[in-house]
């Protein structure tokens, strides 16, 4: 579990504002995922990618944009927060050559005033 | 694409007793069902999985059967603790070559000491 991190852990933002949270891992595993958790909605993918330079839309991309430059970080930007953006956020990473198991990381908390 | 149902949404049991969630999935080629527990406050992890090829898969107190022809899968937990307290997730992943899981909304399981 320690190979994949998330920084910051919490972040307060205002409306309007671009904020990015980044996510790290350790494994060099191919596969990366952004989910956004809400009560009562579950895990809802936002973005993911297969490989570096490889990213593709999930369920709910509006308002988000990824880039991934290395296969470790798959960053997350909100290019201008909303309050419906208010979530907790979960970067996942798996590999191509197991069953296809996601590895989480601990989770951002976003709040946007 | 693939839709994954997951019942119940809350579910609460006394200590000792069994607990049963259940999923059903849509996309017959799907062949890898884990099952993700998420205590409050903390990331999911994988506690068990199965394959389309096998039936029933357990492990202690937990275990996954699977029901290829009506495309449903149950988790059972038996002699439930209330550190068996926490939100699970099912999932569905398509076959190799897509790694992309679609979860169920997950199920809170309160157990009463």
């Known amino acids: 579990d320690a190979g994949i991190t998330q920084s910051p852990r919490y972040k307060i933002t205002e409306t309007g504002r671009q904020v990015t949270l980044m996510c790290h891992q350790t494994w060099s595993h191919s596969y990366m995922f952004w989910y956004r958790q809400d009560l009562g909605h579950g895990l809802r993918l936002i973005y993911y990618s297969a490989a570096a330079d490889i990213t593709d839309k999930g369920e709910v991309p509006d308002g988000y944009v990824v880039s991934r430059s290395k296969t470790e970080n798959f960053p997350l930007t909100l290019e201008s927060a909303t309050r419906s953006q208010t979530s907790v956020y979960f970067c996942a990473s798996s590999q191509t050559s197991g069953k296809g198991e996601q590895y989480f990381g601990p989770g951002t908390r976003l709040t946007v005033t | 694409g693939e839709n994954v149902e997951q019942h119940p949404s809350t579910l609460s049991v006394q200590e000792g007793d069994s607990a049963v969630i259940k999923c059903t999935y849509s996309d017959s080629a799907s062949n890898y069902f884990p099952w993700y527990k998420q205590e409050l406050g903390k990331r999911p992890q994988l506690i068990i999985d199965?394959?389309?090829?096998?039936g029933e898969k357990k492990d202690q107190r937990i275990a996954v059967t699977l029901n290829k022809t009506a495309k449903h899968f149950s988790l059972h937990i038996t002699e439930t603790q209330p550190e068996d307290s926490a939100v699970y997730f099912c999932a569905a992943m398509p076959p190799e070559g897509s790694y992309i899981p679609t979860f169920g909304r997950g199920t809170s399981l309160i157990v009463h000491p």
């Open positions: 199965i394959r389309s090829n096998v």
